[in-house]
């Protein structure tokens, strides 16, 4: 260990060094036209967009595994919740949603989170059959839940389902939604973390694998909240759109002087606005995790997650400190979740795949190296690269390995198993990575 710890401490332009040979990936995709290369800039900054993206969801993961040690596999699940926020909050209103049921649905909640409270009030206070008063509580809430919320969703998704047929949004700012996106995760987190975190770490895994998967079918089923597997569209968007550009003769006159079609040069000015927007995010994000960990705060979360007995030991509450950065790893996770909504304009609750938002975030994360902000930042953006340039790259290196062999069964079969290299591709990455930099590209220091 501690010829690695000096290793880390010698290669103080590692970092640097790294970052800088991800940008010539990224101005070759760009500028070069070729086998390996789109020599497009549109997509060499639609990787990097969603790259950012990827970036701000390890920075959760980081905090989370990194700052405390806590295993978390419901990564889709906080995700997922982050990407309700834009239907919610910057749609417009679903015309007549609102008086056929949305009253009486907002009752159906608070009685739900009410039965709650006053249950673990009832659990807290009362000593001598507080288990009998708990149950009945719980089960006079369901009922008067149940009555109130099963008519107002049949209502509102009775209300005009092909084109809507949910509760619709508040017509607010867009960017509004991101941080809102945060709150709803964080929320769930609170809630989970309450009842998970006092768990061994393989539970805690268990749980939040759980937890993210109720979540994701949830949102598949609950048409009323955002139409479930019908998809909400037309979500809107803090950037120009295209065809607004493509029509506007300045931006028209302005792209033919660089020696760009109107069309093209739309879809950069866009990415390039995007990019700049996530920058910010990302970039106020690492600031303040790195204030955070460089805090007394910060080494005290270290101290507890490399040793929880000596932590307890010395006064600190273990279980309150987890719950803690839980909760604001989450927080970070929604906000890339609506971030992740914005960019495609397209709620599609089907599209939470886990290997995509858990298994693969926790591949940027390794490779980046655990505990260091930067790494995590640098693990997610070549990741995503390597991710999107597999599924080019695979079927084309097949074809070459396979170009000797004759016609028949085998080679049909590895040129139709192509597709999968993407997979074999990050499984050979992450081994590679955990064999010669176990720690990760840019370790913690």
């Known amino acids: 260990m501690s010829t690695n710890r000096q290793a880390d401490r010698a290669s103080p332009w590692r970092a640097p060094i790294l970052f800088a040979l991800l940008a010539v990936l990224f101005v070759m995709e760009g500028t070069m036209r070729n086998a390996m290369f789109s020599g497009s800039w549109n997509t060499a900054l639609g990787i990097l967009n969603m790259g950012l993206i990827s970036a701000i969801t390890a920075l959760g993961v980081n905090m989370q595994w990194g700052y405390a040690g806590l295993f978390n596999v419901g990564v889709v699940g906080f995700l997922a919740l982050g990407g309700v926020a834009p239907v919610l909050i910057a749609t417009q209103p679903v015309p007549g949603a609102w008086s056929t049921g949305g009253v009486r649905l907002l009752i159906a909640l608070a009685v739900g989170l009410g039965t709650l409270a006053l249950a673990a009030q009832a659990w807290k206070l009362l000593r001598a059959g507080r288990g009998l008063v708990v149950l009945m509580i719980l089960i006079t809430g369901f009922v008067v839940y149940r009555w109130l919320f099963d008519p107002a969703v049949l209502a509102i998704e009775g209300n005009n389902p092909s084109r809507h047929g949910n509760i619709g949004g508040l017509g607010l700012p867009v960017l509004l939604s991101w941080l809102v996106g945060g709150a709803f995760a964080a929320a769930a987190a609170w809630a989970v973390g309450k009842v998970a975190l006092g768990l061994r770490s393989d539970y805690l895994a268990i749980a939040t694998l759980g937890i993210g998967e109720i979540i994701v079918a949830v949102l598949k089923n609950e048409d009323w909240l955002a139409r479930g597997v019908k998809n909400v569209t037309s979500i809107p968007r803090p950037v120009p759109y295209e065809i607004d550009l493509q029509n506007n003769p300045e931006f028209v006159a302005f792209a033919h002087s660089w020696g760009f079609s109107a069309a093209e040069a739309s879809g950069i000015w866009v990415k390039i606005c995007y990019m ?170």
């Open 276 to 445: 700049l927007l996530f920058l910010v995010v990302l970039l106020a994000i690492i600031l303040l995790a790195e204030l955070a960990l460089k805090s007394p705060w910060g080494r005290m979360m270290r101290a507890i997650r490399d040793n929880e007995t000596a932590a307890e030991a010395m006064g600190k509450d273990v279980t309150a400190r987890h719950l803690q950065i839980f909760v604001l790893g989450s927080a970070v996770i929604g906000i890339a979740g609506a971030m992740m909504i914005t960019q495609d304009g397209l709620m599609a609750p089907v599209g939470y795949n886990p290997l995509r938002y858990t298994f693969l975030i926790w591949v940027m994360v390794i490779v980046g190296g655990s505990g260091n902000n930067w790494g995590a930042v640098l693990g997610a953006v070549l990741i995503w690269f390597l991710w999107i340039k597999a599924e080019v790259w695979g079927p084309a290196l097949i074809a070459f390995l396979t170009a000797p062999l004759p016609d028949g069964g085998l080679k049909a079969h590895l040129l139709e198993s192509a597709a999968h290299m993407r997979f074999i591709a990050m499984g050979l990455v992450l081994l590679l990575v955990l064999r010669f930099a176990p720690r990760g590209l840019v370790p913690e220091q």
